[in-house]
């Protein structure tokens, strides 16, 4: 699965660290979560967060069927916000950009940016 938008203006990679709370694992959370969730038959192998204009955002968690070696999607019955999602995880790190593949950046070439209400 690839990240998709309607103009792709914008592509990149994620990458996450599950939350200590959920003992390294999506399943462990939708187990906690969700009373209909079969964590027998069905492995939480990733999910999908999809917001536009700001609103809540989407989230759709990407399951194995054990039983029928095929994928599934949950959808949570309620939003979740962006707050509640970014809780799953220890460190969540996204990077989009226009052909930034092979982009390279030495830490040390960083300039903080100021506000421009705060600028005198």
Known sequence: MK?????NDFVGTAAA???????NSLNKYLEKKYSNYDSERFY????????????????RFICRDIENNSYHQFLPEQDISLVDFFELFKRFSIVIGQSIDNI???????????SVETEE
């Open 3 to 7: 990240a998709k938008v309607q103009y």
């Open 17 to 23: 660290d599950i939350s200590d709370y959920y003992l």
């Open 44 to 59: 939480c192998v990733g999910c999908e967060i999809y917001t536009a204009y700001g609103q809540y955002p989407s989230v």
């Open 104 to 114: 390279e950046i030495d830490e040390n070439e960083s300039t903080i940016l100021k």
